[in-house]
Nanobody
Framework: QVQLVESGGGSVQAGGSLRLSCAAS????????MAWYRQGPGKQRELVAA???????DYATDVKGRFTISRDNPKNTVYLQMNSLKPEDTAVYYC????????????WGQGTLVSVSS
């Protein structure tokens, strides 16, 4: 069974930094795109950042220049470095992976809470 396990969430003051990690485990043949999504209070889940297996990245407009997504392919791990955090970044952050086990499928992590106070 494939699992994504996130870590690194927490509480921080505005202007601070946090680094999220997400490790995939289980029988995995290949991971294509890995991504971070978030869902704030009363909001829909939205894409924050994504990275392909080749390292190409994409960011939501409101996090460009503040967040950096990276991945360690041998470790099946994706990271999200978040700097200059704002109260509006407060959300549950979810890791997502498009991967192949015995079939190609999309997998989600359980989520980690990021809380930014002003």
């Amino acid at each position: 069974q494939v699992q994504l396990v996130e870590s690194g969430g927490g509480s921080v003051q505005a202007g601070g930094s946090l680094r999220l990690s997400c490790a995939a485990s289980g029988t995995i043949f290949k991971i294509y795109t890995m991504a971070w999504y978030r869902q704030g209070p009363g909001k829909q889940r939205e894409l924050v950042a994504a990275i392909t297996s080749g390292g190409a990245t994409d960011y939501a407009t409101d996090v460009k220049g503040r967040f950096t997504i990276s991945r360690d392919n041998p470790k099946n791990t994706v990271y999200l470095q978040m700097n200059s955090l704002k109260p509006e970044d407060t959300a549950v952050y979810y890791c997502n992976a498009d991967l192949t086990t015995y079939i190609r499928r999309e997998v989600w992590g359980q989520g980690t809470l990021v809380s930014v106070s002003s």
